[in-house]
Every structure is written in structure tokens, then in C-alpha cells.
């Protein structure tokens, strides 16, 4: 019934397997790629035919995470998976960018990759392998696919790269000083096709250190589906890239004049309408049959790919002006809304972002339910780009698949100099609005992050500052990079390139390359040039703000206190009764960790204060031989019990009130009267004994032996 191909090899420290012709044999390409005890099965399938009018390559990539894979039933009220998690979103783009530019040219038949998690050992992180086997089932499907490729994950210890590092030490990296790299490479044997990374302020040659190593690393993994594709792989899909040659020199004639004349023009809009004009100018001139062509639109984009390219390369002079290496002009501005906790205009030519901090506390940690477990996260990024932001009209939701990689890039950009949570006890929340966007509006959210949690008072390790860089590669070999790309550069180019870090180093990278045969040699240039860019980014930065501001009188205070763990209990009460007057007679808002960390938190100071106090008062033991004002509470016969010390209540014997002696002590004492006390110590059965005749009751000062004896 199965005809079943398995391939397997030794990978780093697991064991990679895959499998094909047992589960979803319908499926153009089925492969279950396994690496250690984590499964993923990727399908493949693709329309025979191209859909009329079909002018893009339709691509849809979904990777799914069952939670039965490790062993869990899903959170919430319905316990079932439903609407993606950000991990889902961001895995599915992972695979989606380093696959996409590797299929013919002019192919736009409808393919579908599903990745679904099988199995999870939590050791190793299912997206590596799904993108394995999404490459896998890619191979032998037949789809006009020019792979495979591979990928692996990169960490780095001590000064040495490890291969595809366990969740755990991937886990809060902030948190573990010892690694200082999330590293993500995808290739072919060739090539590096994408980069994704999270850093802790690596240098350069560090990085390209990695990416050099993780592709390094791929070659087997190439190799082993090289090897199952010789043994099952479908016959190719039988597909020639369309000839237009005769249709581009129509175009071209019709329109080379006026398309020029358009991107010679520096301002976004102006430059648009112009292009707009341009291509209607040239459909005027086709004939019937040619404007029916399904790849005219490839003609045009062919046409306008070649002007701003070719005179690029050619001049070194971009088209808004600028030279290959120079950043448009900045301004920076901060504290521009007077009830945020923080507040940041970044604007760089005709990009910009409204970035706002907002200090919560740990009531506002995201709790995140994951396949490998469940955490907080206490810096949370979302980025927003609405329509209006390119001058257009269009539909507003929730966030898409872009908007959650952009902030996600961000994120990762900034979180790496956030202080320690035990110096700085607070959830940041930044929000990126994009107002306004001609390239790199990720890189515009990471500067403008970095200023506004700044004006929030946050305590960074450094301002970081980001840069998209461009590359336009002739068939000669010739090549320009391009520093802080425009829109159309990064849509005509062949590739984007961000970087995000501090004057010290690299925080985050992440590459997209459209073509093969981006040598090393290239990508250590730009990277250095990225650094200049980098740094001037910064020097204009700091002309808004160098370090953190004083906090906004409407953020939290937060104060810390260590309580034992043996205390929580009572901290919290029967049923939360007592941190619930804590919080109602304070006014200020009380957390209690299972490692008896205590955040108080309020605008107010005098409500912290009263807040510790209480909480000091039953955590805190009395001190012998400490002086104290208490209250009294019963009168009995052989004495007084006080309230000293919080909760606390101990005995003043009866010849221990008054230097003479009492019938009764109620002849001196009544409930309810303040009185100064001194803690002599703790009997056998540990019951307080306490003093009042050796306190002076005016002042509250001990009375010394010798001031006994005078009177």
C-alpha cells in the first residue's frame, strides 16, 4: 500500500530523518522531516493552471503547532487551536521569504506549503525543521521549484558558534548572558537566501562569522534532500517561462522617455503620480491584443526595474538624489504628548513614526501560552501601519502577517538593552504608529523606540538606531549598495538588508535576498557601510536625547522588597484577604511573585510607603532589645497585652508596667492607649515579654540604671 523513502544523517548532536509516501499521498509533495523527537509534516500542493489576469505569484505559506505534538490541551474557553500565535505568523513568513525568489520567473500558479507540528520534544524548535521540510516536500512535488534549500539556527558562547541550540537556551535570551546570538540562516548550496536574528551587540565579523558558519552547516541537510529527491521526486511540472520579449520592446519604445522623466522626480508623491502617468501614456500606445497580454504588468515592472537600476549602478546617483551611502535628513523630537509616559516623533526624509512608551506593571506582563510552555513577557512591541501612511485608502483591521514582522524585528532590535527587571521592575509596552512611509519604517520604530522609552525614563544600556540597506546586482557582476533605501528600491532591488544596533554593536539583522549569488565579499560591505549609516543615525538621534529622562509624574512608581518565601502565605492571606486590605487602605497596586519578590506600585509615594510598611510589619520579626509603640489590647489580671510590631502582640507583666507596685493593672492602663514598650526577649514557649516601667513614656527613650537610682 506505502511505497515509502526514508533518508537520514547525523546533524550536530540529533539525528535528521525524512519521510515521504506514507501520510498525505495526495499531496503534490508530503515529507515528514523529524530532527531529534520534534516532527514536522510539510505539504505541498500547486494549480496546474495560471488564473486569468493573475499578475503576482500567489504563495501562501502556513505553519501550524498542534498542541497535542507536546503533550498539551490548548488555553482559553473553546480548547482548541485557533486564530495563529505570532510564533505561527512568524514561521510561516521565515519559510515563506527564502522560498519565494527560488521559483522560474513568471511562474503565478496558485502553490500552497502547509508545515504542522507533529511532535515536540522541547529541545529542539519545530521551525528550523519545518522549513526543512517545507524545502522537502518543495523538491519533489515538481513545482518549478529551484532549491532546495536548507536552514539551521546559530547561538553563540564563550566565542564559539553552536549548531541549532536547545529552546531553552534560546529562551529570554536577555536573561542569559552567556548567549549572545538567535541566529536563523536559509540557503541553497550556493547561496544564503535569508537572515534573522536577535544579538546582543555582536561586531560585525562576528556576525558574518555566523551566517558564514550556519551556511556552512546546511550543506548535509541540502545534500539529504538532494538524495530523496533522486528517489522519489515527481516529474517537473512542465513549465516554460513566458517569452514577452516583443511585448517589452513595445512597452519600452512607448514609454522609455516619460518613465525616465517620472523617477528622475525626488518627491514620493509627485514621483508617483508621474510613474502613474507614465504607464498610462504606454498602455495608450499598445494595441488591444498587447494590453490583454497576462504579462504586461512583468513588461512595465521590467521597464521601471531597469531605469532605476541601470542608472544607479552606472551614476552611483539614486533617485531622489542622494549618493549611494547618505542617510536622507532627520529630525528627532520627544515629549510630544503630554499624558504618555513617554512620547517619540522619528522622522527620516519621508519616513516616519509616532512611538510611544507606555510603564505598566506586572499586572500588564503578556502571558504567553506556547507549545513548549507558558511565560510572561514584560516588553511588548506592536507596530501599526495604516493606509494612510502611503497616501492611500484601504481596508483597517487587526494586524497582518507584515505588521507583525515588523514589530516583531523591532522587538528584537531593543530588548537587548533593556536593564534587568530586578533594576527596572516595570512591563514596557511601545507602539509604533507609522504616519508616514517611504522605506524602512521597521528601522523608523527601533529609533524611534529607543527615544521614547528614553523619555519614559527607561534606563537603556545604549540607544540603538536602525538602517534598511539596498543592492542592485547586474548580470556583469557590477553592483551598488544602498544606504536607508527608498520604497522603490526596496521593491526594484534584489536586496533588503536591515540592521539594528548600538554604536557597539549589531542587536538585530534581517536579510531577504531576491537573487543568487550574493558573495561574502558583498555582505561584508554592507554590513561596514550599514555601520556608518548606524552610527550617523545615532549622532542625530542625540540631538534629541542622549539618556533617560526623569519619569512622567502619570508612570507607576515601583518599588522592590524581598520577602521569605515562608512569609508569601501570609502576605496574601486566607483567600487574598490581607494584600486585599493592603491594597485598599494603601491605594497603591501589589504583586507578590512565587520567590517572594513584592513590586508596589502607584503614582503616589506616600502610597508605596504605607504599602511597605504594612507589608514590612508582617514579614519583618521584632528586634530584643528594640524599643517600640504599641497599643494596648486586653487587661488581664497578671498584665497588659500590647500590639508592638504589626500583628504582633506581646505581655507587659504586671511588674514590668510601673516601678512600684500595682493592685490591678488597670489602675494605669485602658484598652486602646498607646504606650512604649522595650522587647526583653522570648520566654521558653516563645512568648514575647515586654517592658514598660524601663521606658520613658514622654519620650520614648530607654530609662538608664543610673536614672533609676537618682530618683
Avoid at 50 to 76: C, I, M, N, R, S
Avoid at 301 to 325: F, Y
Amino acid at each position: 500500500m506505502f511505497n515509502v523513502t526514508k533518508k537520514s544523517i547525523q546533524w550536530g548532536e540529533e539525528t535528521l530523518t525524512l519521510e515521504t509516501g506514507k501520510v498525505a499521498r495526495q499531496a503534490d509533495g508530503s515529507v515528514i522531516a523529524t530532527l531529534g523527537e520534534t516532527s514536522v509534516m510539510a505539504n505541498v500542493t500547486f494549480a496546474r493552471k495560471q488564473k486569468p489576469g493573475q499578475d503576482f505569484f500567489p504563495l501562501t505559506v502556513h505553519y501550524q503547532e498542534k498542541y497535542y505534538a507536546a503533550g498539551k490541551v490548548p488555553g482559553g474557553f473553546f480548547k482548541r487551536e485557533a486564530r495563529p500565535t505570532e510564533k505561527e505568523t512568524l514561521t510561516a513568513r521565515l519559510i515563506d521569504r527564502p522560498i519565494r525568489p527560488l521559483f522560474v520567473p513568471g511562474f503565478k500558479n496558485e502553490v500552497l506549503v502547509m508545515c504542522t507540528v507533529l511532535s515536540h520534544d522541547l529541545v529542539n524548535d519545530p521551525d528550523m525543521v519545518a522549513m526543512i521540510a517545507a524545502s522537502a516536500a518543495l523538491t519533489i512535488s515538481g513545482a518549478p521549484f529551484m532549491g532546495p534549500i536548507a536552514s539551521c539556527r546559530v547561538g553563540f558562547e564563550d566565542g564559539d558558534y553552536v549548531l541549532n541550540p536547545t529552546v531553552d537556551d534560546m529562551q529570554d535570551l536577555r536573561l542569559n548572558p552567556e548567549q549572545r546570538l538567535d541566529l536563523v540562516v536559509a540557503g541553497t548550496k550556493d547561496a544564503v537566501m535569508m537572515v534573522e536574528s536577535e544579538a546582543y551587540e555582536l561586531t560585525e565579523a562576528e556576525m558574518l562569522g555566523a551566517v558564514n558558519f550556519a551556511h556552512e552547516q546546511i550543506q548535509p541537510v541540502i545534500d539529504l534532500i538532494i538524495d530523496l529527491a533522486e528517489d522519489c521526486a515527481k516529474e517537473p511540472f512542465d513549465f516554460a517561462a513566458p517569452d514577452y520579449s516583443e511585448l517589452f520592446e513595445a512597452v519600452k519604445a512607448a514609454g522609455d522617455a516619460d518613465m525616465r522623466a517620472a523617477f528622475a522626480i525626488s518627491d514620493k508623491q509627485e514621483r508617483t503620480s508621474a510613474v502613474a502617468a507614465a504607464r498610462d501614456t504606454i498602455k495608450a500606445a499598445l494595441t488591444e491584443e498587447q494590453l490583454d497580454d497576462a504579462n504586461l504588468g512583468s513588461a512595465l515592472k521590467k521597464l521601471e526595474a531597469g531605469i532605476l537600476r541601470g542608472d544607479v549602478v552606472k551614476t552611483g546617483v539614486r533617485i531622489d538624489g542622494r549618493k549611494t551611502d547618505e542617510i536622507r535628513p532627520i529630525v528627532s523630537e520627544t515629549g510630544l504628548l503630554p499624558r504618555t509616559h513617554g512620547s517619540a516623533l522619528f522622522t527620516r526624509g519621508e519616513t516616519q513614526g509616532l512611538v510611544v512608551t507606555t510603564l505598566g506593571t506586572g499586572d500588564d506582563e503578556q502571558f504567553i501560552d506556547a507549545l513548549h510552555g507558558n511565560f510572561k513577557s514584560n516588553f511588548l512591541l506592536h507596530y501599526n501601519f495604516p493606509p494612510y501612511s502611503v497616501g492611500e485608502v484601504g481596508r483597517v483591521g487587526g494586524p497582518g502577517r507584515r505588521e507583525i514582522g515588523h514589530g516583531k524585528l523591532a522587538w528584537r532590535a531593543l530588548q537587548a538593552v533593556l536593564p534587568a527587571s530586578t533594576d527596572f521592575p516595570y512591563t514596557i509596552r511601545l507602539v509604533s504608529e507609522i504616519t508616514e512611509s517611504n522605506g524602512s519604517s521597521s528601522m523608523a520604530s527601533v529609533c524611534g523606540g529607543s527615544l521614547s522609552m528614553m523619555d519614559a525614563g527607561v534606563p537603556l544600556k545604549a540607544p540603538v538606531a536602525g538602517v534598511a540597506m539596498g543592492l542592485i546586482l547586474e548580470e556583469d557582476g557590477s553592483y551598488a549598495i544602498l544606504s536607508d533605501i527608498l520604497g522603490d528600491e526596496d521593491h526594484l532591488g534584489d536586496m533588503d538588508f536591515k540592521v539594528a544596533g548600538t554604536e557597539k554593536g549589531i542587536t538585530s539583522l534581517q536579510m531577504d535576498i531576491k537573487i543568487a549569488g550574493i558573495t561574502p565579499e558583498i555582505m561584508e560591505k554592507a554590513l561596514a557601510q550599514a555601520k556608518a549609516g548606524r552610527v550617523h543615525i545615532l549622532g542625530e538621534m542625540a540631538n534629541a536625547l542622549t539618556e533617560a529622562s526623569d519619569f512622567s509624574v502619570h508612570a507607576p512608581r515601583i518599588e522592590t522588597m524581598q520577602v521569605p518565601t515562608d512569609k508569601i502565605r501570609e502576605v496574601i492571606g486566607s483567600g487574598g484577604k490581607v494584600i486585599r486590605e493592603i491594597v485598599e487602605v494603601s491605594g497603591a497596586k501589589v504583586d507578590i511573585n512565587d520567590d517572594g519578590i513584592i513590586k508596589i506600585a502607584s503614582p503616589n509615594g506616600e502610597s508605596i510607603k504605607k504599602a511597605y510598611d504594612m507589608i514590612y510589619s508582617i514579614v519583618a520579626e521584632p528586634e530584643e532589645g528594640a524599643i517600640y509603640t504599641g497599643t494596648v489590647v486586653k487587661i488581664v489580671d497578671f498584665g497588659a497585652f500590647v500590639n508592638f510590631f504589626g500583628k504582633r502582640d506581646g505581655l507587659v507583666h504586671v511588674s514590668q508596667i510601673e516601678n512600684r507596685r500595682l493592685n490591678h493593672p488597670s489602675d494605669v492602663l485602658k484598652e486602646g492607649q498607646e504606650v512604649k514598650v522595650k522587647l526583653l526577649g522570648f520566654d521558653d514557649r516563645g512568648k514575647v515579654r515586654l517592658s514598660m516601667k524601663i521606658v520613658d513614656q514622654a519620650t520614648g527613650e530607654e530609662i538608664k540604671p543610673e536614672e533609676k537610682k537618682a530618683d
